[in-house]
């Protein structure tokens, strides 16, 4: 998985911007936070997942990996599955410094306002057709997700745009 740097973020933004002046800025937020944003969202929300997987054996320890490793919480793994979540442990602390970057160069080219209302609109992530900014942030491998217009996938969205709009606002 490829976690963008800030110059990468910023040319997503510059290309969103431009994607509102041709196509209307509903468009070019759903390119820029529907899709790019929400890669870096849902890789962070699917590590923190499996570190969780990891720690359900333990009641009343800290769930985030952070918490774990300051509370000196070992775990014994073996040297493989060991490996595995020291690696995902470092790609949580990435994607952590990585949303509050991404946010703040949204909200340098996006009125606070349209992300609001785009947010608002409750819109579908990481199904837009035909993505102009390309697969940033998005893992080797794999073709993101579609839009298949299922009950639970629109929940899902619905949690993930309340959830979103939190980071947006505490930023």
């Known amino acids: 998985m490829e976690i963008p740097n800030q110059s ?4 997503a ?20 936070i529907g899709e790019a944003f929400y890669r ?5 929300k699917d ?15 800290p769930q985030k990996p952070t918490e774990l490793e300051a509370a000196g919480f070992e775990l014994e793994l073996s040297p493989q599955v060991e490996k595995n979540y020291k690696q995902r ?13 991404f946010i703040s160069e949204i909200k340098k080219y996006f009125a606070s306002e349209d992300i609001t209302a785009y947010l608002n609109g ?21 073709d993101g997700e579609t839009g298949d217009g299922d009950i639970l996938g629109e929940a899902r969205d619905i949690l993930t745009a309340e959830e979103i ?6 930023s």
Do not use: M, W
Not at 40 to 44: E, G, Q, S, T, V
Not at 89 to 101: D, F, G
């Open 47 to 61: 590590c923190q997942n499996k570190i969780k997987f990891l720690a359900l054996g333990a009641p009343g320890q």
């Open 165 to 170: 709009k939190k980071l947006f606002s505490s």
């Open 13 to 32: 933004c510059r290309q969103a911007a431009d994607i509102a002046k041709n196509s209307g800025t509903r468009e070019a937020l759903s390119v820029l």
């Open 89 to 101: 442990v470092h790609q949580i602390q990435a994607l952590e410094k990585t949303l509050p970057l």
């Open 40 to 44: 870096i969202f849902r890789n962070l």
């Open 8 to 11: 990468q973020i910023r040319e």
């Open 122 to 142: 409750y819109p579908r992530f990481g199904s837009v057709v035909s993505s102009q900014l390309g697969r940033l942030g998005q893992p080797e491998g794999s």
